[in-house]
């Protein structure tokens, strides 16, 4: 009797338990499956976000002060909106974006008796400017094109042979720079080239009757104007 037993218990044993341990095992397949399957849904939804909004791009300015980009600027004979051309390099060996809106608007140092400029925001020649960044593959130099406006009224508009570097603003602009750079932010598809050269020169104490004698503008764009200037 003690024989069956032993011999009982040893056959009896396993065969209880091979059904419950394949059954753990696919379990635990599945469940790495799924595994997988979230990471990689995860990473998709990551991607795909990261390429709507942009997260991915570099402000001009700081793309600048690293030395990642250089750029050669020079005026095109306009006095505001899109008045300044040139080129960028990406100084980097990969792809990288920057961002059209600039984060803090530049100022633009001309080195003839033209114009200075301060620019808010930066596009690729010929492209759509409703485009929230645009990209420069490693080592290659693009056209650029600059919304830019005239700092100093008594000045020419910049022409072609005029070129220009980033400057310290002076105090004068200061406060109307950051009001320029929140304001056409938060008013993107709104046609304000008129309105913010107009609060740029009125910012610095010039009337009406000074500014239309060399530029074109009617009470709509002195009202807006108004409104950026105490925004």
Request: glycine share 6%; net charge positive.
């Amino acid at each position: 009797m003690s024989n069956f037993k032993v011999k009982f218990t040893q056959n009896y044993l396993p065969t209880k338990d091979a059904p419950a341990s394949v059954a753990t095992k696919k379990k635990e397949k599945q469940m790495k499956n799924k595994s997988i399957l979230f990471i990689v849904v995860l990473l998709c939804f990551v991607l795909q976000t990261k390429a709507l909004f942009g997260q991915s791009s570099i402000d001009l300015g700081v793309a600048l002060s690293s030395g990642s980009v250089t750029m050669s600027v020079n005026g095109n004979g306009s006095s505001s909106g899109l008045s300044l051309e040139g080129t960028i390099t990406n100084n980097t060996s990969v792809e990288i974006s920057i961002s059209v809106d600039l984060k803090e608007c530049l100022y633009l140092l001309n080195s003839g008796s033209g114009q200075n400029m301060l620019a808010t925001r930066v596009f690729l020649s010929d492209t759509d400017i409703f485009e929230r960044f645009f990209t420069i593959p490693a080592k290659v130099s693009v056209g650029i094109v600059f919304e830019a406006y005239c700092v100093d009224l008594e000045k020419d508009n910049p022409s072609f042979l005029e070129r220009f570097r980033i400057g310290i603003k002076p105090k004068a602009i200061l406060t109307i720079s950051e009001k320029i750079n929140r304001y056409s932010k938060a008013n993107l598809h709104i046609d304000l080239v008129r309105p913010i050269q107009l609060a740029l020169w009125r910012a610095q104490g010039k009337t009406w009757e000074e500014i239309e004698k060399g530029f074109g503008f009617d009470i709509v764009d002195w009202e807006i104007a108004t409104t950026i200037i105490n925004f």
